[in-house]
């Protein structure tokens, strides 16, 4: 693990965020809404300990989307960049989208979930993480 606070932002520059606790797990994602969201194949995310995320600025440019039966994905409403999602319902609720960090935040992605929906133009790598067909938290 990186040394604390973690710091990372958006691509403008106008929303940064910090960790303050240790990050908890990482995980890929490979649904449909990961894959439109981000523009790739599936979606990296790092997990922090409960409270351990904090908005340090540009709180005012954060826009939110909560597509149906989904968790929350926020993003910089000036350039688009996708930062976190919150769903309430998971116990580690918070997923900080790894390429928004500004250093190497210390933890790999040891899970792949939603493996049922990957993109056909990109296979999964054969890298022995364990697949969950839909969420992990089944």
Same mark, same amino acid.
């Given at each position: 693990?990186?040394?604390?606070?973690?710091?990372g932002?958006?691509?403008?520059g106008?929303? $940064? #965020?910090?960790?303050?606790?240790?990050?908890? @797990?990482?995980s #890929?994602?490979?649904?449909? %809404?990961?894959?439109?969201r981000?523009? @790739?194949?599936?979606?990296a995310?790092?997990?922090?300990?409960p409270?351990?995320?904090?908005?340090?600025?540009?709180?005012d440019?954060?826009r939110?989307?909560?597509?149906?039966?989904?968790?929350?994905?926020?993003?910089?409403?000036g350039?688009? *960049? *996708?930062?976190?999602? %919150?769903?309430?319902s998971?116990?580690d *609720? !918070?997923? !900080? $989208?790894?390429?928004?960090? &500004?250093e &190497?935040?210390? !933890? %790999?992605p *040891?899970v $792949?979930?939603?493996?049922a #929906?990957a993109?056909p133009?990109e296979? !999964?790598p054969d890298?022995?993480?364990?697949r969950?067909?839909?969420? %992990?938290?089944?």
């Open positions: 693990m990186s040394d604390l606070p973690l710091t932002g958006c691509n403008c106008a929303v $940064r #965020y910090e960790v303050t606790a240790p990050l908890v @797990a990482a #890929y994602c490979h649904c449909k %809404r990961c894959q439109r981000s523009g @790739a194949a599936a979606s995310n790092a997990h922090p300990a409270g351990g995320f904090r908005i340090v600025a540009g709180e440019m954060l939110m989307w909560q597509p149906p039966g989904g968790g929350e994905k926020w993003f910089c409403g350039c688009g *960049s *996708s930062l976190f999602g %919150r769903n309430v998971h116990p *609720s !918070i997923g !900080i $989208r790894m390429g928004t960090f &500004d &190497d935040p210390g !933890i %790999r *040891s $792949r979930q939603f493996v #929906y993109a133009w296979p !999964i890298d022995g993480l364990p969950h067909d839909e969420s %992990r938290h089944r």
